[in-house]
């Protein structure tokens, strides 16, 4: 499982060094091939190729018709792109989306059970602050026994 948040560097030619916890746990789990976007253009995504694939199969029951699933679309593919590690275990992230998230240099990698996520510190900072956990969270997850 990948938990927890590390330091990481993006080099100037985009390319991400994944923390090494994170990439040994991918690489055992689910190989080298991955897929890096985002919904928002706030931080990147980063899945791994299978764990991506189970989410476009759920996609594909919703009717190509629906606007939801176009703007989902829409978004993920405008920022998204196939990557795979690299020898050194860096993963090249897409001009567009580096510009857009902010991240450059050093980064926070977020750790979320199957899947990393990647953001501009101060940007992320400035998100705990805006969006405090709050004791309707508490009792909203308490509903599901945390």
């Given at each position: 499982?990948?938990?927890?948040?590390?330091?990481?560097?993006?080099?100037?030619?985009?390319?991400?060094?994944?923390?090494?916890?994170?990439?040994?746990?991918?690489?055992?789990?689910?190989?080298?091939?991955?897929?890096?976007?985002?919904?928002?253009?706030?931080?990147?995504?980063?899945?791994?190729?299978?764990?991506?694939?189970?989410?476009?199969?759920?996609?594909?029951?919703?009717?190509?018709?629906?606007?939801?699933?176009?703007?989902?679309?829409?978004?993920?593919?405008?920022?998204?792109?196939?990557?795979?590690?690299?020898?050194?275990?860096?993963?090249?992230i897409?001009?567009?989306?580096?510009?857009?998230?902010?991240?450059?240099?050093?980064?926070?990698?977020?750790?979320?059970?199957?899947?990393?996520?990647?953001?501009?510190?101060?940007?992320?900072?400035?998100?705990?602050?805006?969006?405090?956990?709050?004791?309707?969270?508490?009792?909203?997850?308490?509903?599901f026994?945390?």
């Amino acid at each position: 499982m990948l938990r927890g948040n590390f330091s990481a560097k993006i080099d100037d030619k985009g390319r991400l060094k994944i923390p090494t916890a994170f990439r040994a746990f991918i690489q055992e789990r689910y190989g080298t091939r991955l897929f890096v976007t985002s919904l928002s253009g706030d931080y990147a995504r980063v899945y791994p190729m299978s764990v991506w694939e189970g989410i476009e199969q759920k996609l594909a029951q919703v009717p190509s018709s629906h606007p939801s699933r176009a703007r989902f679309f829409d978004r993920i593919n405008y920022f998204g792109q196939p990557a795979e590690f690299d020898r050194q275990g860096r993963v090249s992230i897409h001009q567009r989306l580096r510009e857009s998230a902010l991240i450059v240099g050093e980064v926070d990698v977020f750790g979320l059970y199957d899947y990393l996520d990647v953001w501009n510190h101060d940007r992320f900072v400035a998100k705990l602050q805006r969006e405090p956990y709050s004791e309707e969270d508490a009792r909203a997850l308490a509903e599901f026994g945390i």
